[in-house]
């Protein structure tokens, strides 16, 4: 007998839009359980994400209700999981357990139904796990079968138990050949997969969003009616294929045997964790091997561990640190409040950590929505009067960062790195002001044309199989960023130098933020300076009385002719909308514009979506340039262009920071 287990994960990440949410429903979510409700004889296993739950509860109640009719007739298995789909591995171990009892607490009030298994997180495997997933009551987890082949393992017939410390647990592995079949091949190439003799296990655990949502399934799946056809398949082989749920063939079949499975993922999410290059060159040589028939050694191949995502992308490992510090926080207090943990799982969501087809780094709002959630928590947690000034290493790199705030802001400086801002928080909204991503090289950037391709036939592909274009046009002349963008960076630029020069990826400016800056705590923020070609250069931040920030520069040596250019990177939550905006003057400029300004000194910018206003004074008028961050980045739908922020460059001449210095006054206010 041939064993089918159907297992289809559904999930939308913390923080998406409403119609995004209400889109994926209406093409994917609700006609494929409908259709399955339909077919009584055909079992199958469901995980939704615990952000896509509270969805369906408060907008979709009759798709609730649809989901526990199957539960109560057998038909439907539901798994447990992390109720935000974090990655269990990167998060403290009691937010682990915390977050998988949420969700079986959650589904046992919905459903009536108490999960023995669960869905780990873009299937992210850590040898530790056993043990956590044991003491929040699951007996079983599903992978990948990369995972099991990956541990030497090539002929998978059913399922498996590991253990940690002498904790053991089972381990499904969903095939990596019916991700591909499935729904993308007619069911003859199904069946001649699956019909093979002697009793076998075969897991199918994917994505809900292919079976609508994925570019062209929804015509192909419900409209030209693959999914009938594969109902119809289902019902009508049952004879030699049944399908099961995890629970029901853990009670009939006994494991194969134990195995030690090691720290991977998926086979794409290894190849999108590996740097640019190596990125690159893995998935030319992967092609190059499976075109020549040498599966045997494609399946030894090793990419990168989700790990690396926290060195490819600093402002993903910044997020991550910062979630780590509230988590410690809340883990020190004797009963953190409820509403303070919840805003800590949510943050722990793993889709903006991340970048690959799916994850969602390169999307503003889902970065801001991790921020906002960290910062509500910590309003509620943080009683600060006055200004405080704190020291510690927030990202584990062994260099000390300095915090400056009160009960409305929060600054987070780096010395180690040119006495930059990586962090300014406004809490009031729960907003991070500097939440840019820079333009990072990415693997699929090597040998784009600028041209769109045309396409050689209609077929629904798999989104892992062929890139598209969204845009008629890819960029000419894509450039790339080689550090982190963050603000208060310095740097001497000659007088001459144009703005197109300073933003090209090659700027011949002599950039400070690479090097570290000395720094003395003060009363009300932190001195910063260092030595440099035009003598010792110094800068103090501090927040006073009336909430304004200040940040004072002074030069000690004689002008050398030069312009010192101090760089802030900025995103409101509004992005690049038609409600936010420079104002210039009494003048309305596009935050995804190209300005340059002579002699200003004050603008402002507004978000109206969310109501800030930031306001820039300067001790004296000066040069100001503005120029958006735009970057072109993968999605299921193919390769588009994203705004991710806003580059203002004050522009000071080096005479200026001499004497009394220059200052800049920031102030941030609602509207």
Same mark, same amino acid.
């Given at each position: 007998?041939?064993?089918?287990?159907?297992?289809?994960?559904?999930?939308?990440?913390?923080?998406?839009?409403?119609?995004?949410?209400?889109?994926?429903?209406?093409?994917?979510?609700?006609?494929?359980?409908?259709?399955?409700?339909?077919?009584?004889?055909?079992?199958?296993?469901?995980?939704?994400?615990?952000?896509?739950?509270?969805?369906?509860?408060?907008?979709?109640?009759?798709?609730?209700?649809?989901?526990?009719?199957?539960?109560?007739?057998?038909?439907?298995?539901?798994?447990?999981?992390?109720?935000?789909?974090?990655?269990?591995?990167?998060?403290?171990?009691?937010?682990?357990?915390?977050?998988?009892?949420?969700?079986?607490?959650?589904?046992?009030?919905?459903?009536?139904?108490?999960?023995?298994?669960?869905?780990?997180?873009?299937?992210?495997?850590?040898?530790?796990?056993?043990?956590?997933?044991?003491?929040?009551?699951?007996?079983?987890?599903?992978?990948?079968?990369?995972?099991?082949?990956?541990?030497?393992?090539?002929?998978?017939?059913?399922?498996?138990?590991?253990?940690?410390?002498g904790v053991p647990v089972r381990v499904f592995g969903g095939s990596q050949r019916l991700?591909?079949?499935?729904?993308?091949?007619?069911?003859?190439?199904?069946?001649?997969?699956?019909?093979?003799?002697?009793?076998?296990?075969?897991?199918?655990?994917?994505?809900?969003?292919?079976?609508?949502?994925?570019?062209?399934?929804?015509?192909?799946?419900?409209?030209?009616?693959?999914?009938?056809?594969?109902?119809?398949?289902?019902?009508?082989?049952?004879?030699?294929?049944?399908?099961?749920?995890?629970?029901?063939?853990?009670?009939?079949?006994?494991?194969?045997?134990?195995?030690?499975?090691?720290?991977?993922?998926?086979?794409?999410?290894?190849?999108?964790?590996?740097?640019?290059?190596?990125?690159?060159?893995?998935?030319?040589?992967?092609?190059?091997?499976?075109?020549?028939?040498?599966?045997?050694?494609?399946?030894?191949?090793?990419?990168?561990?989700?790990?690396?995502?926290?060195?490819?992308?600093?402002?993903?490992?910044?997020?991550?640190?910062?979630?780590?510090?509230?988590?410690?926080?809340?883990?020190?207090?004797?009963?953190?409040?409820?509403?303070?943990?919840?805003?800590?799982?949510?943050?722990?969501?793993?889709?903006?950590?991340?970048?690959?087809?799916?994850?969602?780094?390169?999307?503003?709002?889902?970065?801001?929505?991790?921020?906002?959630?960290?910062?509500?928590?910590?309003?509620?947690?943080?009683?600060?009067?006055?200004?405080?000034?704190?020291?510690?290493?927030?990202?584990?790199?062994?260099?000390?960062?300095?915090?400056?705030?009160n009960s409305n802001m929060a600054l987070f400086l780096s010395p180690e790195r040119g006495?930059?801002?990586?962090?300014?928080?406004?809490?009031?909204?729960?907003?991070?002001?500097?939440?840019?991503?820079?333009?990072?090289?990415?693997?699929?950037?090597?040998?784009?044309?600028?041209?769109?391709?045309?396409?050689?036939?209609?077929?629904?592909?798999?989104?892992?199989?062929?890139?598209? @274009?969204?845009?008629?046009?890819? !960029?000419?002349?894509?450039?790339?960023? =080689?550090? #982190?963008?963050? %603000? /208060?960076?310095? +740097?001497?630029?000659?007088?001459?130098?144009?703005?197109?020069?300073?933003?090209?990826?090659?700027?011949?400016?002599?950039?400070?933020?690479?090097?570290?800056?000395?720094?003395?705590?003060?009363?009300?923020?932190?001195r910063l300076g260092r030595d440099t070609t035009c003598g010792r250069l110094e800068k103090?931040?501090?927040?006073?009385?009336?909430?304004?920030?200040?940040?004072?520069?002074?030069?000690?040596?004689?002008?050398?002719?030069?312009?010192?250019?101090?760089?802030?990177?900025?995103? @409101?939550?509004?992005?690049?909308? !038609?409600?936010?905006?420079?104002?210039? =003057?009494? #003048?309305?400029? %596009? /935050?995804?514009? +190209?300005?340059?300004?002579?002699?200003?000194?004050?603008?402002?910018?507004?978000?109206?979506?969310?109501?800030?206003?930031?306001?820039?004074?300067?001790?004296?008028?000066?040069?100001?340039?503005?120029?958006?961050?735009?970057?072109?980045?993968?999605?299921?739908?193919?390769?588009?262009?994203?705004?991710?922020?806003?580059?203002?460059?004050?522009?000071?001449?080096?005479?200026?920071?001499?004497?009394?210095?220059?200052?800049?006054?920031?102030?941030?206010?609602?509207?």
């Amino acid at each position: 007998m041939i064993y089918f287990i159907l297992s289809i994960h559904n999930h939308q990440p913390v923080g998406n839009f409403h119609h995004v949410i209400q889109n994926s429903f209406e093409r994917a979510y609700r006609p494929f359980l409908e259709s399955l409700a339909e077919r009584r004889n055909i079992k199958a296993v469901l995980h939704i994400s615990g952000p896509l739950l509270d969805w369906l509860e408060e907008n979709q109640p009759a798709c609730i209700e649809l989901i526990k009719t199957m539960v109560e007739r057998k038909q439907l298995e539901l798994l447990g999981g992390g109720y935000y789909e974090p990655i269990l591995s990167v998060i403290p171990p009691a937010d682990r357990i915390a977050q998988i009892r949420l969700m079986t607490e959650r589904l046992k009030k919905l459903f009536n139904a108490t999960p023995c298994g669960m869905w780990l997180a873009e299937r992210v495997w850590d040898p530790t796990l056993p043990s956590f997933l044991k003491e929040a009551g699951m007996e079983y987890v599903v992978v990948d079968d990369h995972h099991f082949l990956r541990a030497g393992l090539e002929d998978i017939r059913g399922y498996y138990v590991t253990e940690d410390m002498g904790v053991p647990v089972r381990v499904f592995g969903g095939s990596q050949r019916l991700r591909y079949l499935i729904p993308f091949e007619e069911v003859e190439k199904i069946e001649a997969h699956m019909k093979q003799p002697g009793d076998r296990l075969f897991v199918f655990a994917d994505d809900g969003e292919k079976f609508g949502v994925w570019p062209g399934t929804d015509r192909w799946v419900y409209e030209e009616g693959w999914l009938e056809r594969f109902f119809d398949w289902l019902e009508t082989n049952s004879s030699w294929l049944k399908t099961t749920t995890f629970s029901e063939y853990i009670k009939t079949m006994p494991p194969e045997g134990r195995i030690y499975l090691p720290p991977v993922s998926y086979m794409e999410m290894e190849e999108w964790a590996l740097p640019a290059e190596a990125s690159a060159e893995y998935t030319r040589v992967k092609k190059e091997l499976e075109e020549s028939g040498r599966k045997d050694v494609v399946r030894f191949l090793q990419g990168g561990y989700w790990r690396n995502f926290l060195c490819k992308y600093p402002e993903a490992d910044w997020m991550h640190k910062r979630m780590l510090l509230l988590s410690r926080k809340l883990g020190s207090m004797k009963n953190p409040p409820r509403k303070a943990l919840i805003h800590l799982y949510r943050a722990q969501c793993n889709d903006a950590y991340w970048h690959g087809v799916f994850g969602g780094l390169y999307l503003p709002h889902l970065r801001a929505s991790v921020y906002q959630n960290i910062i509500s928590a910590e309003r509620l947690v943080d009683n600060t009067e006055g200004v405080r000034v704190e020291v510690d290493d927030i990202n584990g790199d062994t260099k000390k960062e300095v915090i400056i705030k009160n009960s409305n802001m929060a600054l987070f400086l780096s010395p180690e790195r040119g006495g930059s801002l990586v962090e300014l928080d406004y809490r009031p909204k729960a907003v991070n002001l500097l939440n840019v991503l820079s333009r990072w090289k990415e693997g699929y950037h090597k040998g784009l044309k600028t041209e769109r391709q045309p396409q050689k036939d209609n077929r629904v592909k798999s989104i892992h199989q062929e890139i598209k @274009l969204k845009d008629h046009t890819i !960029p000419s002349g894509l450039s790339f960023d =080689r550090e #982190r963008r963050v %603000s /208060l960076v310095d +740097s001497f630029i000659e007088s001459s130098l144009k703005p197109s020069e300073y933003f090209s990826e090659d700027t011949p400016a002599e950039r400070l933020g690479r090097s570290p800056y000395g720094f003395e705590v003060l009363k009300r923020g932190v001195r910063l300076g260092r030595d440099t070609t035009c003598g010792r250069l110094e800068k103090t931040v501090s927040i006073e009385e009336d909430d304004t920030i200040r940040f004072h520069y002074h030069l000690e040596q004689k002008e050398d002719g030069r312009n010192v250019a101090i760089e802030f990177n900025l995103c @409101l939550p509004g992005v690049c909308g !038609p409600e936010s905006f420079y104002v210039v =003057r009494g #003048r309305k400029i %596009s /935050l995804g514009s +190209s300005s340059e300004l002579e002699c200003i000194d004050r603008f402002t910018m507004e978000d109206r979506t969310c109501g800030i206003r930031i306001l820039f004074c300067f001790s004296g008028a000066i040069t100001v340039w503005l120029h958006p961050v735009e970057t072109l980045s993968l999605s299921e739908s193919g390769l588009e262009r994203n705004y991710q922020g806003s580059t203002v460059v004050l522009v000071v001449p080096t005479e200026v920071m001499m004497d009394g210095g220059f200052s800049i006054l920031k102030k941030i206010e609602t509207i």
